[in-house]
């Protein structure tokens, strides 16, 4: 068979779509997928019969003929050569690596028709159909990763025009300036940047919580657009809340070697909707967003209120991630994914294997599924221990409240019975003939039982004055510390509202609902609860749970329990913020110091099932801090003892004056 030179006129276009044909072999059916891919991701495939190299951006020329043989396809940007694809059988995938030289022969091997410059084609790819594997010559070490599908002509075209790849770039980031910045940060920052350096695809960052994990996140995105010319970085949520606490930590930052913001140095954009702008250097989305955008739809803003990982029982078959023109793979180069151990499994996982870009997580409660997930490659350890010690964290005390109903169940007993509808809270009454028992664990959510409730209130409001002395307001009255209730649903944190009211004899102000079915702006009551001196306790379901800063938070009740230990960190970590003096009597005027601890009240047993990641807080706080030294100095050595020593140590840490401090010292 005659072979066509490279012309333009030699053009067919019905060479382009090559039908499937019946009773094809493995080989022609792989190809033909890869056809398929290669057309998706804006190439045009075409006969070496039949060649245009101005059709399209690129054009993907199928057996054309090299020294060495038939390249199976040969990729040209520019009526240029820039990369080679060797095609394989499905049933090859799990044995596709040893191809890798084969393509590299091809990549160095001297093409027909074109003038030889003696350099391999940088871009090399092993495909099955299915799989897809890629090496870019231009990094340091060249090593084959696996990506969604064949990267994109301009994307090859602007990463010849950049001359070096991104991971070459890395290796020029300079020193870091450790202004302003705290020793784990430094930390975190310089491993997490040596991680880069070395090409591993994923890494995590185990900051406890209050840390500055965002902080450090930013400060190294920072440096990746500035020194290293990253194109776009994902930050990614897992819930609106924690998005728009993302953007505003961006808003706020000003880098060490320039006087003016983030925002007026990169465009950052909080996605909330379909459209990308290309022209953001940083995006946040939620991975709900995302995974919507990639499906090709749009996504109602109350979606993003929950995290997806808290979610049971609405699961479907997921439908799989689609190759997305106006979003390629190669779109991003880095994505920060916060709390990434809630939201990055099953079918969210999708939106992470989607993308060709180097994966980092912040979390400061990481599980065995979150180590897997990262390869193992944790480039950060600061725990809450070390946070404490270090001064970062305050250490946290347990009050037990127990109530017969919470530990046993109880009995409705038979008669006339209100039932009340959980959404809209209508009242009716029922005849019931027998008497009805219910479990501990139906309590709340499908039996509603007022007393135990306002039992568990009036303890506590009984207990605050021995649990936080001293907080006698300037009219003589107790002044209760910042509260957080966690409710099991929004009707059960309406009846927990109701009956603090009452039992505190407080208005409306004093506790709030703070979820997202809230008809009050949730965010405008956050605001408040963190700013303000009203309300004093807010109630909440999820909503702050986790990833959102109250720092004059003193106080957390416990009136749901939490299977997940992961979770039960996180929102125990509400309570871990420093604050000084200064800044608690803002809110809390009547406090006498800088904030010293955090107290949880446990009415539910949440303390008890040994879920916690973290050693727990204070379990002695009845026990005098000299009983306590004593214990340690006779020998004791046991977790509780040495725990609680150590908070009590941190806490009076933060009393001591300046000169105390130097007394100590000399």
Not at 246 to 260: G, I, M, S, W
Request: net charge negative.
């Amino acid at each position: 068979m005659r072979e066509t030179p490279l012309t333009a006129s030699s053009c067919c276009c019905g060479a382009l779509f090559r039908p499937s044909m019946p009773n094809q072999n493995p080989e022609q059916k792989a190809r033909d997928a890869i056809d398929a891919q290669l057309r998706a991701s804006g190439w045009a495939v075409q006969d070496k019969t039949a060649i245009n190299l101005h059709e399209g951006e690129g054009q993907a020329i199928r057996e054309y003929h090299t020294d060495t043989g038939p390249a199976d396809y040969v990729l040209f940007v520019d009526q240029k050569p820039v990369g080679v694809i060797e095609a394989k059988k499905e049933t090859l995938g799990h044995n596709i690596t040893p191809v890798e030289e084969q393509t590299g022969e091809y990549a160095a091997a001297k093409l027909k028709y074109i003038q030889s410059t003696g350099i391999p084609l940088p871009f090399l790819y092993e495909a099955t159909g299915v799989l897809v594997r890629f090496t870019d010559q231009h990094d340091p070490k060249p090593r084959s990763r696996e990506v969604f599908s064949f990267h994109r002509p301009e994307t090859l075209r602007d990463s010849l025009a950049a001359g070096r790849s991104l991971r070459d770039r890395l290796q020029d980031l300079p020193a870091l300036d450790p202004a302003g910045l705290r020793d784990c940060q430094i930390e975190a920052i310089a491993q997490l940047e040596a991680s880069f350096q070395a090409a591993k695809p994923r890494a995590l960052v185990q900051m406890a919580t209050g840390s500055g994990k965002t902080f450090t996140a930013i400060t190294s995105i920072y440096r990746l657009l500035k020194h290293a010319r990253a194109k776009r970085v994902l930050f990614l949520v897992d819930t609106r809340n924690l998005g728009e606490q993302a953007e505003q930590e961006f808003l706020a930052f000003t880098p060490n070697d320039d006087n003016r913001k983030f925002t007026e140095l990169y465009t950052v954009s909080r996605l909330n909707s379909s459209f990308v702008p290309a022209d953001a250097q940083v995006c946040i989305s939620t991975i709900q967003r995302m995974y919507s955008i990639l499906q090709g739809g749009d996504l109602d803003e109350s979606a993003e209120n929950e995290n997806p990982g808290e979610l049971t029982g609405r699961r479907r078959e997921p439908l799989p991630v689609a190759y997305s023109e106006k979003i390629p793979p190669e779109f991003f180069d880095v994505i920060v994914i916060d709390e990434c151990h809630r939201s990055i499994y099953n079918l969210w996982r999708q939106v992470l294997d989607y993308f060709d870009a180097f994966l980092v997580g912040l979390t400061a409660t990481p599980d065995a599924r979150t180590y897997g997930f990262f390869k193992q490659n944790v480039v950060s350890e600061y725990t809450h221990e070390d946070a404490v010690a270090d001064g970062v964290n305050v250490q946290g005390e347990i009050y037990t409240i127990e109530t017969d109903v919470t530990a046993k169940g109880g009995t409705v007993l038979k008669g006339h019975v209100e039932k009340r509808e959980k959404l809209t809270r209508a009242k009716r009454w029922e005849q019931q003939d027998e008497d009805e028992e219910y479990s501990a664990k139906k309590l709340d959510r499908d039996i509603v039982n007022p007393s135990q409730i306002r039992t568990v209130i009036q303890t506590f409001r009984d207990k605050l004055p021995e649990i936080f002395p001293g907080r006698i307001d300037a009219d003589g009255t107790y002044q209760v510390p910042k509260t957080l209730v966690f409710a099991k649903t929004d009707s059960h944190a309406d009846d927990i509202i109701q009956i603090v009211r009452e039992e505190f004899g407080e208005g409306n102000a004093f506790c709030k609902k703070v979820t997202y079915k809230n008809e009050e702006d949730p965010k405008s009551v956050l605001q408040q609860f963190r700013n303000e001196y009203h309300p004093r306790i807010a109630v909440t379901v999820d909503m702050i749970a986790t990833g959102t800063d109250v720092k004059p938070l003193e106080c957390l009740l416990f009136m749901r329990d939490v299977k997940s230990r992961g979770y039960f960190e996180q929102m125990k970590g509400r309570g871990t913020r420093t604050l000084d003096h200064d800044g608690l009597k803002k809110v809390t005027s009547a406090a006498p110091s800088a904030k010293t601890h955090y107290v949880i009240v446990d009415a539910i047993g949440v303390t008890k099932s040994l879920k916690t990641a973290s050693r727990p807080p204070i379990t002695k706080p009845s026990v005098s801090f000299k009983d306590l030294a004593m214990e340690v100095v006779m020998g004791a050595s046991d977790a509780d003892t040495v725990s609680s020593l150590a908070g009590r140590l941190a806490r009076i840490e933060r009393q001591l004056t300046p000169e105390q401090r130097h007394t100590i010292a000399g």
